[in-house]
């Protein structure tokens, strides 16, 4: 068990609500008082200057002005340098695939130290993906209360009927995981929510994680963090906190259809409802969208 974490509760089906997405959203430059308490944490390990450049002009762009840390490879200094530009602070971790976890496996750790440490600084935290998200809007606008936030990828497919997604359950757990088999698939690859709350879910995340063979990749592929996520949110009763709705606050765009979201003329990500969604998640799965996206945020070669 980690330093400063509960015991984790016991493990059951537990019927969390879904929040669909309300009706009146933020405006896409509004933001909520107090950035200065909130913290972004990501990883971009192995990537390269031009792989984060979306993520990070979007963010500073829609008006957050909070702390951002992320995980970078020790050689990387072009990308500390570039990240630097825009405030953003760094951690090197040396990483080699033949020696450690996966990053997406690695990073709760690392996360959950780094968070503790400095918990008194923060009230609201998020954890996200890095090279395939842009923000449209403040990431916290509408977020700030006591509650984990997860968000879905459809709100119609359930655990057991995505192939990837249960064999990563099945490789974990076995036939525990049909006590979630019903459940829709909540998205790791962005959680936010107030910092105790974020530290238990991070301390629980590395906790199970490290119960996991090292090298189960090997057996079940990459991105298994989203079985484990899962299971916790949907049997751990400490970890119960509010699921929403694909396309409100948050869109993961890859198990979606094309035609479920439109570009208007400034070249943001819409619903059909015209709802402007804040945070965009996988939005390079449809090269149309994609194009647009990097041509907004392009710079020239010499920046990077």
């Not at 709760?108 to 009230?123: K, T």
């Not at 088999?181 to 974020?198: F, K, N, R, Y």
């Not at 063979?213 to 009763?237: A, C, E, P």
């Amino acid at each position: 068990m980690l330093k400063g974490q509960p015991s984790p509760g016991t493990a059951q089906a537990i019927d969390m609500p879904i929040n669909a997405p309300p009706v009146d959203m933020p405006a896409p430059h509004s933001r909520p008082d107090g950035d200065s308490r909130q913290l972004i944490l990501g990883a971009a390990i192995g990537y390269r200057p031009n792989q984060v450049r979306v993520f990070v002009e979007s963010l500073r762009a829609a008006g957050f002005k909070g702390a951002v840390m992320i995980l970078i490879g020790i050689q990387q200094f072009r990308l500390r340098n570039f990240l630097g530009r825009y405030g953003v602070r760094t951690r090197s971790l040396w990483h080699k695939r033949s020696f450690f976890r996966p990053v997406n496996a690695r990073r709760y750790q690392v996360y959950y130290e780094y968070l503790l440490a400095r918990r008194d600084d923060f009230d609201h935290v998020m954890i996200t993906d890095v090279r395939d998200v842009i923000f449209q809007s403040h990431p916290f606008a509408g977020m700030t209360d006591d509650r984990c936030h997860y968000f879905l990828e459809r709100n119609d497919v359930k655990l057991a009927d995505q192939v990837t997604n249960w064999r990563w359950l099945m490789g974990l757990y076995g036939a525990k995981a049909d006590l979630i088999a019903h459940q829709p698939i909540s998205c790791s690859g962005i959680t936010l929510g107030p910092t105790d709350a974020m530290l238990r879910y991070l301390g629980r995340m590395a906790t199970e994680i490290n119960k996991a063979h090292w090298r189960v990749y090997k057996r079940i592929g990459h991105g298994y963090d989203q079985g484990i996520h899962n299971l916790l949110i949907y049997t751990d009763s400490e970890l119960a906190g509010a699921v929403e709705q694909n396309n409100g606050h948050v869109a993961t765009m890859q198990l979606e259809p094309r035609q479920a979201y439109k570009l208007d003329d400034s070249g943001l990500i819409r619903t059909q409802a015209n709802h402007i969604i804040p945070i965009c998640h996988q939005y390079d799965r449809f090269p149309d969208i994609r194009g647009v996206v990097e041509k907004r945020w392009s710079r020239s070669a010499s920046t990077l």
